[in-house]
C-alpha cells in the first residue's frame, strides 16, 4: 500500500490497524501503545485514542484501565460463542443468497475464492487469511442488508482473533474447497441444503481449533506495519 505525501485520515488508519490484526502481523495480546502507533502513522497520539476505541467496540482489541490498548486474546468461550453466533446468523445469509442470487453474485465470490487461491500460492498467508474473511463478508453484503453485512464483518474479525490464538499447526480455518463448495450450493438453489453446507464449514473451521493451547507470535509492532513509509 502507497501512502507517500499523504497523511492518512483517521479512517485510513483505523483500517490499517484493524488490517494488521485481522491478517496476524499484530498477535493476541500485543500491546497498542498510543505513542507507538502515532509514530508509526505520523500522527499525534489524540488521533489515535478514539481509534482504539473504535477497534475496542468492535471487540478485537481491549482496553485496560491504567494498562492501556492490546490486540484482544478471545478466551475458549469467546471461540464456542464467535462459532455459534456465526452459524446462526450466516446460515439465515446463505438462505437468503441462496433464494435471491444472481450470476454476477456468484461471479463476485469465484474471484475471491480465485483471489485466496493466488495469494496462498505466492505464499502470502496473512492476505490469504484476510480474504477467507472477505468471502464470508461479500456473501453477507449480498443479503442488502447492511446491519447484517456489519455483525458478519465483525464476527469474522473476531473468529480471526480465534485462529490466530488456537488453529492446530498446518491447519487451515476456512478452506478453499469449503468455499466452492458453499458457491456451488447456493448456485444449486436449495435454501436447505446450501443452509446445512454452511452448518458444516462453520464446524470444520472450529475442528482446525486446539482450544486447549494458545500461540504467541513474536512480531513488533513496528514490522507490522514495515508497508508503511516510515515517518517522521
Ligand atoms: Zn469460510
Redesign the pocket.
Known amino acids: 500500500m502507497e501512502h507517500k505525501d499523504k497523511t492518512l485520515t483517521d479512517d485510513e488508519i483505523h483500517r490499517e490497524v484493524f488490517d494488521a490484526i485481522v491478517d496476524g502481523r499484530l498477535a493476541p495480546g500485543e500491546k497498542l501503545g498510543q505513542d507507538d502507533l502515532g509514530r508509526v502513522f505520523g500522527v499525534s497520539k489524540t488521533r489515535i485514542r478514539p481509534i482504539l476505541h473504535r477497534l475496542a467496540d468492535q471487540k478485537i482489541v481491549t482496553i485496560e484501565p491504567m494498562r492501556g490498548a492490546f490486540v484482544a486474546r478471545p478466551s475458549v468461550e469467546d471461540a464456542r460463542e464467535v462459532n455459534a453466533a456465526r452459524q446462526v446468523i450466516e446460515e439465515g445469509v446463505i438462505r437468503a443468497v441462496t433464494r435471491t442470487a444472481r450470476p454476477k453474485h456468484l461471479k463476485l465470490l469465484r474471484e475471491i475464492v480465485a483471489a485466496e487461491q493466488s495469494a496462498r500460492l505466492s505464499g502470502n498467508g496473512g492476505h490469504a487469511h484476510r480474504l477467507?474473511g472477505e468471502?464470508?463478508f461479500q456473501l453477507a453484503r449480498i443479503t442488502g442488508n447492511a446491519v447484517v453485512a456489519d455483525i458478519v464483518r465483525d464476527l469474522v474479525s473476531r473468529d480471526n482473533l480465534v485462529v490466530a490464538l488456537y488453529q492446530r499447526p498446518n491447519a487451515s480455518?476456512?478452506?478453499l474447497a469449503?468455499?466452492a463448495t458453499?458457491i456451488d450450493r447456493i448456485a444449486e438453489g436449495d435454501e436447505e441444503v446450501a443452509a446445512h453446507a454452511m452448518r458444516h464449514?462453520?464446524q470444520d473451521?472450529m475442528a482446525t481449533l486446539d482450544l486447549g493451547s494458545q500461540k504467541r507470535s513474536a512480531k513488533s509492532l513496528v514490522a507490522a506495519f514495515s508497508h508503511l513509509e516510515r515517518r517522521q
Open positions: 477467507t468471502f464470508h480455518a476456512c478452506s469449503g468455499h458453499l464449514h462453520l473451521v
